[in-house]
């Protein structure tokens, strides 16, 4: 290496680009802006064009951060293939994938139906399979492309805590935390990094019948010993570390943003 020469800083994502599922608002419109904001060039994500169109603007908001758009349904294996072929093809190959597009059902179990319960599998879990498989598909034709390449599973605290009225969700997002054990076992071995990010309550659409209630609300801050909800910039540090060679060594791991709600009882 020549003095010019520089390995990318530990936190340094120029040049990688990033697909986050279901970025079109919430929480995967705050991770792709932390990724673009750490230099990545981020393709923004939905089901909706238009929707996913105002995020990459608003995002790229004149401040120089590269932003694409793309929408497929995250539960088709067919659209997951062409959407990720459309994407390398105009684009360019993709870096990191974060899995983010999910959703949320309440309903005591006894009235949990059949479609609430595969819409969640599908949505939360399927999805990732299906994403993960098609850019590993890729990646693992050229191995040791460096820097390592990365995949983020978006967990909850649900991937380790259970709570009444939502025990089909939880079931997903447990998945999610040994999906992301899974492929980290095949695919760390091909220089691919994988972990999970496990965020506690924030308010977002999924969430917005928790917000509007009272009591539930101060529930969720008392629970959690910082004291308060999350902010969606308490995700921007721990997303750029799992996108970053900063996390190369850290595989299969779960990391919960969550003010301390999964480590306490
Ligand atoms: P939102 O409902 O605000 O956003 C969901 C996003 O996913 C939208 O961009 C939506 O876009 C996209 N999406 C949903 N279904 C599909 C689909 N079939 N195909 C493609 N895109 C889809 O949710 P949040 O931002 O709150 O949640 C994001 C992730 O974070 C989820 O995995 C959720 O489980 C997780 N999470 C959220 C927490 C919270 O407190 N909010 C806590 C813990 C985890 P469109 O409608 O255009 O398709």
């Known amino acids: 290496m020549t003095d010019t020469q520089r390995s990318p800083g530990p936190f340094d994502l120029a040049g990688?680009?990033?697909?986050?599922?279901g970025s079109s608002r919430g929480i995967?419109?705050?991770?792709?802006?932390?990724?673009?904001?750490?230099?990545?060039?981020?393709?923004?994500?939905?089901?909706?064009?238009?929707?996913?169109?105002?995020?990459?603007?608003?995002?790229?908001?004149?401040?120089?951060?590269?932003?694409?758009?793309?929408?497929?349904?995250?539960?088709?294996?067919?659209?997951?293939?062409?959407?990720?072929?459309?994407?390398?093809?105009?684009?360019?190959?993709?870096?990191?994938?974060?899995?983010?597009?999910?959703?949320?059902?309440?309903a005591p179990i006894t009235e949990f139906t059949d479609d609430d319960w595969n819409d969640l599998l599908a949505t939360n879990v399927t999805s990732a399979f299906l994403l993960s498989r098609r850019v590993a598909r890729d990646w693992i034709a050229d191995t040791w492309r460096q820097p390592q390449r990365k995949i983020i599973n978006i967990g909850s605290v649900q991937s380790r805590l259970g709570r009444a009225g939502i025990a089909p969700y939880s079931a997903t997002k447990g998945a999610i935390a040994m999906l992301t054990r899974g492929l980290a076992a095949d695919l760390a071995p091909h220089n691919i990094g994988v972990n999970a990010l496990a965020p506690g309550y924030f308010a977002t659409e999924l969430t917005s019948a928790l917000v509007a209630?009272?009591?539930?609300?101060?529930?969720?801050?008392k629970r959690t010993?910082?004291?308060?909800?999350?902010?969606?910039?308490?995700?921007?540090g721990p997303v750029v570390f799992l996108a970053a060679p900063a996390s190369d060594f850290v595989q299969g791991q779960v990391l919960f943003v969550d003010g301390g709600m999964t480590a306490v009882v």
Do not use: K
């Open 28 to 106: 995967g419109a705050a991770l792709a802006l932390a990724l673009a904001d750490a230099g990545a060039t981020v393709v923004v994500h939905g089901r909706d064009a238009e929707r996913a169109a105002a995020a990459a603007a608003r995002i790229a908001d004149g401040a120089g951060r590269q932003t694409f758009t793309e929408t497929f349904d995250v539960t088709d294996a067919e659209q997951v293939d062409a959407g990720i072929g459309r994407i390398v093809e105009t684009v360019g190959p993709l870096d990191i994938l974060v899995n983010n597009a999910g959703l949320q059902r309440r």
């Open 213 to 221: 209630d009272a009591e539930f609300s101060a529930w969720v801050a």
């Open 225 to 236: 010993p910082a004291g308060r909800w999350g902010e969606l910039s308490d995700l921007a």
């Open 16 to 21: 990688r680009t990033a697909l986050v599922t």
